[in-house]
C-alpha cells in the first residue's frame, strides 16, 4: 500500500518494489493479494518477487536495495533480517515498535514510522529516499555498526563474559 501511495505521488517514477523472504503454501493467499493491488495499480511490471531465496539469493537482494523495510504487522523480539541489511550498508525504514526502535537508535541508521499505518510508511520511505546522500550515510554507518557491535565474535565474548559474571568466584 505504501509503495502504491508513493508512485501515485509521482515524485520516484523510477522506484521499483523488490520482495524476498521465506514463503509456504499458508502465505500464498496474502502474496497474490498483494500482486493483485499492483496490477490494479497498473505497477505490477515494477514489482520483483523472491520467494524463498537461499543465502547467497539474500546477499545479492539486500545489496541490491536503495531502503529495507518490512512493515511487519506485529512487534518483533529481535529482527535479524534488519542487522542482515544494514550488514549489507542499507538503511532501514521500520515501524517504531518491538525491537525495531533499538535497532535503529543503536546504529543510527534507519527511520522509524508509526506502526499499522502505510502513509506513514510511505511517508518515510519518500523522505528518505528523496535524501540519497543521507540514507548511504546511514547504510554505511550501519553496516560499520553492526560489524562491531553484532558480530558473531562480539556476540559470544560477550555470552561467555555474562555467563562468567553469574558463576560466583571459586576460593
Known amino acids: ?16 518494489l523488490r520482495v524476498a523472504g521465506g514463503m509456504t503454501d ?4 496474502y502474496v497474490e493479494e498483494q500482486k493483485k493491488k499492483l496490477r490494479a495499480s497498473d505497477l505490477l511490471d515494477k514489482a520483483t518477487f523472491l520467494p524463498n531465496v537461499d543465502r547467497d539469493g539474500k546477499i545479492t ?3 541490491d536495495l536503495t531502503v529495507f523495510s518490512v512493515p511487519s504487522q506485529f512487534p518483533e523480539a529481535f529482527g535479524l533480517y534488519v542487522l542482515e541489511a544494514l550488514a549489507a550498508g542499507v538503511p532501514v525504514v521500520l515501524p517504531e515498535e518491538g525491537a525495531f526502535p533499538e535497532l535503529v537508535k543503536t546504529t543510527n541508521a534507519g527511520v522509524l514510522y508509526g506502526p499499522n499505518d502505510s502513509t506513514a ?9 528523496s535524501r540519497p546522500d543521507e540514507a548511504h550515510a546511514m547504510g ?29 568466584a571459586l576460593t
Open 1 to 16: 500500500d505504501a509503495y502504491i501511495e508513493i508512485m501515485k505521488r509521482g515524485n520516484h517514477p523510477e522506484l521499483e
Open 26 to 29: 499458508e502465505d500464498e493467499p
Open 61 to 63: 537482494f539486500l545489496r
Open 121 to 129: 510508511l510511505a511517508h518515510a520511505l519518500e523522505n528518505l529516499i
Open 140 to 168: 554505511l554507518r550501519g553496516h560499520e555498526i553492526v560489524g562491531e557491535r553484532f558480530s558473531n565474535e562480539r556476540l559470544a565474548t560477550e555470552l561467555v563474559d555474562n555467563v562468567l559474571a553469574q558463576i560466583p
